[in-house]
C-alpha cells in the first residue's frame, strides 16, 4: 500500500498544481479582460470630450465667435448669449476619468480647455446681466448720450468687451490645442 498512497500522493500533488496553474490563468485572463476594458473605457472618454467641445465649438463659432471677433475697441458686446446651467455634461459627469489618461499633456489639456471655456460661459453670464442693465438704464434714464449713468454704464461695457475678446481667444487656443491632442492620442490608441 505504500507505492499506492506515494501514487495517489503524487497524482494529489499534480492535481493541486493544475488547480493553482488555472488559478493563475483565470486571474491573468480577467486582468488582461479588465485592463483592455479599462483601455477601451479611457479611449471612449477620450472620444467623448473630443466630441463634446467639437460640437460646443461648432455652435459658439456659428453667431457668438464670429460677433466677438468682429467687435472693434471702442464697442461693447451688445448680445444677450443664452449659457445653459450645466454646458458641459460629459466632463462633468466623468471627471474622474481624466486621471485614467495616460498622456499627461492631454490631462491638462483637457482641464484646461474646460477652466477656461468656464471662465468665458461665466464672463458671458455678466455681459448678459450688464446688457439687460444697460437696457434698462436707457429706458429709465435716457440714451448714453444725454445721460452719465447710461454713458457710465456703456463705457463699462466696452471695456468688458475687450475682456471677453481676450478670453475668447483664450479659449480658442485651448480648442485647437485640445481637439490636435485628442486626435494624436487617439490615433495612438486605436480601439479594439
Known amino acids: 500500500m505504500g507505492a499506492l498512497g506515494d501514487i495517489s500522493g503524487v497524482i494529489q500533488g499534480v492535481g493541486s498544481l493544475a488547480a493553482v496553474g488555472a488559478a493563475v490563468w483565470i486571474y491573468s485572463r480577467q486582468y488582461s479582460d479588465k485592463k483592455a476594458d479599462d483601455v477601451a473605457e479611457t479611449r471612449a472618454f477620450v472620444q467623448a470630450i473630443c466630441d463634446e467641445v467639437q460640437t460646443a465649438w461648432d455652435g459658439y463659432n456659428q453667431e457668438i465667435h464670429p460677433k466677438l471677433k468682429a467687435l472693434r475697441a471702442d464697442e461693447p458686446f451688445n448680445f444677450i448669449y443664452p449659457v445653459t446651467a450645466e454646458p458641459f455634461p460629459v466632463f462633468v459627469g466623468n471627471v474622474g476619468m481624466v486621471g485614467k489618461v495616460d498622456d499627461a499633456e492631454l ?37 448714453p448720450e444725454t445721460n452719465l449713468f447710461t454713458r457710465t454704464h456703456l463705457d463699462m461695457m466696452v471695456e468688458y468687451a475687450g475682456k471677453l475678446k481676450e478670453r475668447d481667444e483664450w479659449v480658442e487656443q485651448a480648442v485647437k490645442d485640445l481637439l490636435s491632442r485628442t486626435e494624436q492620442w487617439l490615433d495612438a490608441h486605436p480601439p479594439r
Not at 471655456?117 to 434698462?136: H, I, M, P, Q, T
Open 107 to 143: 490631462r491638462r489639456s483637457i482641464i484646461r480647455a474646460y477652466a477656461l471655456a468656464r471662465g468665458l460661459l461665466d464672463s458671458f453670464r455678466l455681459n448678459n446681466a450688464s446688457v439687460a442693465e444697460y437696457k434698462r438704464l436707457k429706458t429709465m434714464n435716457g440714451p
